[in-house]
């Protein structure tokens, strides 16, 4: 264990850095041992992680020394911020400068950084294709992570900067499944039009993030998109309607119905599937599927994923 490389993972027991965990303990023989870092190490998830031979050790991102203790002795360490606990762009964008700083001050030599685009670089605030949010954000929960680039390179950290894509697991925890139309049929909303959007299994972020450790420095200040297919609402509606045996339809509502749909975040969503249909060919261009399998071999298609994962999905209104 001594001479493995360690590896501490911020937002161990959620989705992308869980997977990091699983598939650095799968790897018995890949010269990298893990850290899982949680608030809570006490919880169920945490437990697991513990069974499996993993060390977990409490840490928040809103204190930073907690964080500097927890990545003390870390080669290197992966960072991935949750809008969606607290919907607020400056809550992420302090906890990312919290990890930036507590990286370069326990000497971190390879972070990881699970961030997107800041969508004002092409569509300013004073553009009017899409609504302004929260006075400074065309998509918060982009924007933040997009900005917060600039606090690891400015803090001189060895960054690999990972543009993620989609979750499918959304259909499963984000009510973005199939839902029964008025006549019945499963209706897949979608407000992107014919433009495809890249996607991936949340467990494949964290495997793709492994296969980016285990290349040591080759990818240390470079942006590395990834993904596991790019498609349509037709086609994932088509995908769904094989796997469930069921009609499925794709919903093509606008990006101004969805901001209007009234859930918390709607608006941010409209946005974000308003700029991934109008900038499809640079948003698509900017995440590898060939590049991605390289880095993850066990790579998932929307189909493959669907296999494992239709039975999960909630297809009740």
Do not use: C
Request: no cysteine.
């Amino acid at each position: 264990m001594n001479d493995k490389k360690l590896i501490a993972v911020v937002g161990a027991t959620g989705a992308q850095g869980g997977g990091l965990v699983r598939a650095i303990l799968d790897d018995t023989d890949g010269g990298f041992a893990v850290r899982a870092i949680t608030r809570d190490v006490d919880s169920d998830k945490a437990r697991a992680l513990v069974a499996r031979g993993a060390e977990v050790v409490r840490a928040d991102l809103d204190d930073v020394a907690s964080l500097e203790q927890a990545l003390q002795g870390a080669h290197g360490a992966y960072f991935v911020t949750n809008f969606w606990e607290h919907f607020s762009p400056d809550k992420e964008s302090a906890q990312a400068k919290n990890l930036a700083q507590a990286a370069k001050a326990a000497g971190v030599k390879h972070v990881v950084w699970s961030t997107l685009e800041d969508t004002r670089l092409r569509v300013p605030l004073d553009d009017d294709r899409m609504p302004t949010l929260m006075e400074h954000y065309k998509v918060p929960h982009f924007d933040a992570k997009g900005e917060s680039n600039a606090r690891f390179t400015e803090a001189g950290v060895p960054t690999t900067f990972l543009l993620t894509s989609f979750y499918w697991d959304n259909l499963i925890h984000f009510g973005m499944g199939p839902k029964p139309d008025a006549d019945g049929v499963l209706a897949f909303t979608l407000p992107m039009g014919d433009a495809r959007l890249p996607g991936i299994a949340a467990e494949d972020i964290g495997r793709s993030a492994y296969g980016i450790f285990r290349r040591g420095d080759a990818y240390i200040g470079k942006t590395v998109g990834i993904a596991g297919e790019a498609l349509t609402g037709a086609q994932m509606a088509a995908a769904l309607g094989k796997t469930l045996g069921r009609e499925v339809r794709h919903n093509a509502v606008t990006p101004e119905q969805f901001r209007g749909f009234g859930f918390p975040g709607a608006d941010d969503l409209g946005n974000m599937f308003q700029y991934n249909q109008d900038f499809a060919a640079e948003f698509d261009a900017a995440r590898d599927v060939a590049l991605t399998r390289e880095l993850n071999p066990r790579l998932q298609t929307f189909a493959q994923w669907l296999d494992e994962n239709h039975a999960r999905i909630p297809l009740e209104a």
